[in-house]
């Protein structure tokens, strides 16, 4: 079974990640896995891997100053789970469809 700490180091890479100035499609590839599903879509964008890149880099390019900063997290080892909640932050200047 995982242990709690690794559980964590996804979903704080994932964070890392998502700070950076301009995520890359490298760097995801080390984080997620190619079968990702998101659970909750984002409109207009398949719920899968592809789909999340898309999202995130859509988004630093609408909040080019985006910061995400954990509030909490959950793990579940039984399930081999972890969950965290977000507070996010950034100027809008604009969303490309």
Known sequence: MVQRQALLDV???????????????????????????VLIEYPGTPPTYQGALEVAKKTHVAFPDIKFQVRDAIVDELQQKAFMWHAVAGTHEGYSS
């Open 11 to 37: 979903p704080k890479r994932l964070t890392e990640w998502l700070n950076q100035p301009a995520p890359t499609d490298e760097d995801f590839a080390k984080i997620a896995s190619p079968d990702l599903k």
